[in-house]
């Protein structure tokens, strides 16, 4: 799975860095905990006990929707999805209009 580790992160055979969840609670100001919450509601996808940036990411724009909007986890996953969906849709509109 891994080719060699670094103190906060790895590399995968694939050439991705995962990161420990204990860099990903220092990035994005949380804690483990709640990441581990995350996993266990499927928030977001480890690949064992490491994330890959994007799924930071995620933790850091769900923790941001909830602070600053006031939204609960249900509601920052739909808007999470509506952004995904819309992103997508917008690639291929722009992939048919070429």
Do not use: C, K
């Amino acid at each position: 799975m891994t080719e060699f580790s670094l103190s906060r992160w790895v590399v995968s055979l694939e050439g991705d860095r995962l990161y420990t969840f204990e860099y990903a609670a220092l990035v994005t100001e949380t804690s483990t905990t709640v990441i581990e919450g995350f996993v266990q509601l499927g928030l977001i996808e480890p690949i064992g006990h490491l994330l890959r940036s994007q799924e930071i990411a995620r933790i850091a724009q769900i923790q941001r929707l909830r602070r600053d909007l006031g939204l609960n986890l249900v509601g920052a996953m739909m808007v999470l999805d509506m952004a995904q969906e819309i992103a997508q849709l917008r690639a291929r509109l722009q992939a048919f209009q070429s």
